[in-house]
């Protein structure tokens, strides 16, 4: 998607405490449904009308029990970020130490994982319920950076009465996400927080300078095991006596015999020992090895066919492709772009060229270059679930699309043309 700087909630040379009372008089006017002095910036009026039809009282929120002890360990170990909370917490050290606010990260539902910060602050961050453990999602504590960036996928800076729970008005926030480089999917968020008269337009900036940091320690993490997985399938498959692969348990590929280079397989949710299909290889024998799998093309095994039915479900927080076809059944995760691409194909079943397809996810026809090049990538990752020239699923295949009940939380951090209009009511 494109990388856009993020928005501070208070312009340079702007009085924060001025601006504080018209935010307040601006939420007081929406939440009684009077005409507001003011418009609220568009992603905070954008999570109000969630939380407003998600029936989220304004005055107390959701109580959600916090996690601790194992559970909490749990979390951290199985959140993808406990290898770079160091790098995150020396990055933004400057302002947390000896200053009023406080460091948080959270995981990809918004439970809080670590905090650091100067012990009044902290204090303060506990009476409002701010704790290890704690759910901080915009589905229980309202609009704040962390829950609002998790549903928008951008970074985001809140404050004063851009909160939607009245007892966070004497607060500031910034948040960003970040996302794991070896799918795109979001593993959870970083944030500073502190009492309104500490909001500065400099500190977003600061805060997603660090989420694209640690994406880049990740990224750096995901390159090492993927050259010890390669140092333990080099013998592995010298011996094989055929075409195979070593791949990671994210379908990356480490080592190739025999076959063309590729850089990933899409992959079962649920990978196991014995006979599966994958879209780009067809019938496969799959054998765990230390750090992933081998995988070896089963040899005359049928040409995969067109599936014969497709499931685009963009129901939950991480949109899923399910296929079920004569070859086996597979469901894989997809990439935010990637789910924009098949919510337009599901919807336009004759087809569409790589200049439709720009005009549906950018509004710019221009674009039809950047929509080619990730063509060629979910045709490579999907194999046959979608044909070119012009792109669209084969048209024998019975295709579902499953889309939230509330059109608003359809793909919420999309700014596809396509997306935006159908989360329009009519």
Sequence with gaps: MTQTMPEPAVAAGEDPRRYAQLLSNVYDAIMTGARPPARPRDIIADSWRRLQRSGINPDFGVTVRPVAGDELEDLRRSSGLAEVYDGISH???????????????????GRV?????????????????FVLGANWSETTVGTN?????????????IFSAEHYVRTHHAWTCAGAPVRDPRDGRVLGAIDVSGPARTVHPTTIALVDAVAKLTESQLREVHRKSLDRLRTVAAPVLAKSGGPALAIDSHGWVAAVEGIAPQNRLALPDQMEAGQAWLPALGLCVCEPIPGGWLVRPVRDAATPTAPTAVEVDLRGGQPQLTVAGPCGNWTTTLTPRHAEILFVLATHRDGCTARQLAEHLFGDASRAVTVRAELLRLRRHLGAVVL????????????????????????PGSTAPAVVQARTPR
């Design 388 to 411: 070119g020239q012009p792109y669209r699923f084969d048209p024998n295949a019975i295709v579902a699309v499953h889309v939230p009940t509330d059109p608003s939380h359809l793909l």
């Design 113 to 129: 994982l670590w905090r650091a910060g100067p012990t009044p602050v902290l204090a303060h961050a506990d009476r409002l319920g």
């Design 145 to 157: 950076a962390i829950g609002t960036a998790l549903v928008s996928r951008r970074s985001v800076q």
């Design 91 to 109: 990055a933004l050290e400057s302002i947390t130490a000896d200053t009023e606010n406080i460091l948080v990260v959270a995981d990809r539902s």
